[in-house]
């Protein structure tokens, strides 16, 4: 199996790189959280590499790091979800937000990801729940401690703000706000942007 890939860039078509490694041109398809991380075409990149083998074909998945190869690789166990599925939901969501949003169940910001529906979201916050690394956990229990915080997110998010601009503006809020002096706060914040 291939783990990790580093070359010079040589092209970068979204969300597929091709990659030369001494000679040899790897196709790679990577999340965008990755491919705006990527350096300019040209310079050399090193990817952590996921390789699926199939009947009709050999696929090379890149990661710009260890732990967005580990997301990847807990989301295509569950059934129904695939490679694709699974790129989609890391190039909507960065793992903190994935492991956040597991951890506090919002199936919510799953939906929001294009390709992802209701049942699909609730089946991925099931299975995924205790799976996604204690390493991240640590950013996620700051937010467990504050409920008020996700339902601020969640009246945001139900508003039509993007999740980037609803965690931004619940994280300029003071602590200890209830829920609706957060969403009041919340919004002129967002007004002012």
Do not use: C, W
């Not at 989301?75 to 597991?102: F, P």
């Not at 991925?124 to 640590?138: A, I, Q, T, V």
């Amino acid at each position: 199996m291939i783990g990790r890939i580093a070359g010079v860039l040589l092209e970068k078509n979204p969300p597929q790189l091709l990659i030369d490694v001494n000679g040899v041109g790897y196709e790679i398809e990577v999340p965008m959280s990755t491919f705006y991380n990527l350096p300019v075409i040209g310079q050399s990149v090193s990817l952590h590499v996921h390789m699926v083998v199939r009947e009709d074909a050999q696929l090379l998945f890149g990661f710009g790091s260890e732990d967005e190869r580990r997301a990847f690789r807990q989301l295509i166990r569950i059934s129904g979800v695939g490679a694709r599925i699974a790129l989609a939901l890391l190039s909507g969501l960065s793992v903190a937000e994935l492991v956040q949003a597991v951890a506090l169940q919002e199936s919510g910001r799953l939906v929001k990801v294009p390709g992802i529906g209701k049942k699909t979201a609730e089946r991925l916050l099931l299975e995924l729940k205790g799976k996604l690394g204690d390493e991240l956990s640590g950013a996620v229990a700051g937010e467990r401690t504050l409920p008020a915080r996700s339902d601020v997110i969640n009246a945001l998010l139900g508003l039509g703000y993007s999740d980037k601009e609803a965690q931004g503006a619940v994280k300029a809020l003071p602590e200890g706000l209830s829920v609706s002096e957060g969403i009041r706060q919340a919004l002129k914040l967002l007004a002012r942007a």
